[in-house]
T-cell receptor
Framework: KAGVTQTPRYLIKTRGQQVTLSCSPI?????VSWYQQTPGQGLQFLFE???????NKGNFPGRFSGRQFSNSRSEMNVSTLELGDSALYLC?????????????FGPGTRLTVT | DQQVKQNSPSLSVQEGRISILNCDYT??????FLWYKKYPAEGPTFLIS?????DKNEDGRFTVFLNKSAKHLSLHIVPSQPGDSAVYFC??????????FGKGTRLSVIA
């Protein structure tokens, strides 16, 4: 099976712009989660989608949003970019999400905001 | 409030010896625990998991131990190899809640 893919892999944006990141989960997986990783902060949970519905949301401002399509592919959007949004954004897919189901990560999108 | 803690930011071990990575948690509702390995500029790779109904799970060189009364889990790697050098994250969840990750431990295996 193909793994989780994320596009683009690298992105440079200017403060104030918006950005859309894409994630294609492993075939058959219905849960997609997004995380932000910054140096020293570990993986911070953004949100999880299951069957096109947002099931969980982390403690991030409303500038961060996401959606999931009927084929389980997911996108996340960050509007009005700030310098502090520079990070590695990771997507993970799971058969059903939640306890008992492993999450498998994509390679990430490295976002740099200047 | 950090629900999952990895108190050792780094660990150095000689090749061939045992690596022991530790993780503590505070939420007694957690019932599923996982370990991930991460190389720079890559996504985390799933290593091994354990359900709260077990106290040990083994997969090749990797063994995870769970001590529910102490709210502690550990990952043992035997024997350690240079390719094991990476950052290791433990994570936990329950029900449909999202995974909560520790901040990671950087393992260096010295040849």
């Amino acid at each position: 099976k193909a793994g989780v893919t994320q596009t683009p892999r690298y992105l440079i944006k200017t403060r104030g712009q918006q950005v859309t990141l894409s994630c294609s989960p492993i075939s058959g997986h219905r849960s997609v989660s997004w995380y932000q990783q910054t140096p020293g902060q570990g993986l911070q949970f953004l949100f999880e989608y299951f069957s096109e519905t947002q099931r969980n949301k982390g403690n991030f401002p409303g500038r961060f949003s996401g959606r999931q399509f009927s084929n389980s592919r997911s996108e996340m959007n960050v509007s009005t970019l700030e310098l502090g949004d520079s990070a590695l954004y990771l997507c993970a897919s799971s058969l059903r999400g939640g306890s008992g189901y492993e999450q498998y990560f994509g390679p990430g999108t490295r976002l740099t905001v200047t | 409030d950090q629900q999952v803690k990895q108190n050792s930011p780094s660990l150095s071990v000689q090749e061939g010896r045992i690596s022991i990575l530790n993780c503590d948690y505070t939420n007694s509702m957690f019932d599923y625990f996982l370990w991930y390995k991460k190389y720079p500029a890559e996504g985390p790779t799933f290593l091994i998991s354990i359900s709260s109904i077990k106290d040990k799970n083994e997969d090749g060189r990797f063994t995870v131990f769970l001590n529910k009364s102490a709210k502690h889990l550990s990952l043992h790697i035997v024997p350690s190899q240079p390719g094991d050098s990476a950052v290791y994250f433990c994570a936990a969840n329950s029900g449909n809640t999202p995974l909560v990750f520790g901040k990671g431990t950087r393992l260096s295996v010295i040849a």
